[in-house]
């Protein structure tokens, strides 16, 4: 079966971040990146989570460093990786 290509290039890198679900903070590791999106292992995969949930991506390991929080919504739960789709950048 022929799948169709991605609009955009994934790059890959292990980037720490931290996941914001409903004010809860996860850490993480970005795995890859793409104009639309991201693939990120969680250390631990917040409870009730579920594709369609909006959340905020800060590319840190540092909640109290100021940083740029980034407005997902996830796509995709392949435990232990979560797929996001970037809404906003640097909200």
Same mark, same amino acid.
Do not use: F
């Given at each position: 079966? &022929?799948?169709?290509?991605?609009?955009?290039?994934?790059?890959? $890198?292990?980037?720490? $971040?931290?996941?914001? @679900?409903?004010?809860? /903070?996860?850490?993480? /590791? !970005?795995?890859? /990146?793409?104009?639309?999106?991201?693939?990120?292992?969680?250390?631990?995969?917040?409870?009730?989570?579920?594709?369609?949930?909006?959340?905020?991506?800060? /590319?840190?390991?540092?909640?109290?460093?100021? &940083?740029?929080?980034?407005?997902?919504?996830? !796509?995709?739960?392949?435990?232990? @990786?979560?797929?996001?789709?970037?809404?906003?950048?640097?909200?």
């Amino acid at each position: 079966m &022929h799948m169709p290509s991605r609009p955009s290039r994934r790059v890959a $890198c292990q980037t720490r $971040c931290i996941l914001d @679900h409903e004010g809860v /903070v996860y850490s993480g /590791v !970005i795995e890859n /990146v793409s104009l639309s999106g991201t693939l990120v292992k969680l250390q631990d995969l917040p409870p009730g989570i579920r594709p369609g949930d909006t959340c905020g991506l800060l /590319v840190c390991d540092n909640p109290d460093v100021p &940083h740029l929080m980034h407005s997902c919504r996830v !796509i995709r739960l392949d435990l232990p @990786h979560i797929g996001l789709e970037l809404l906003e950048l640097g909200c």
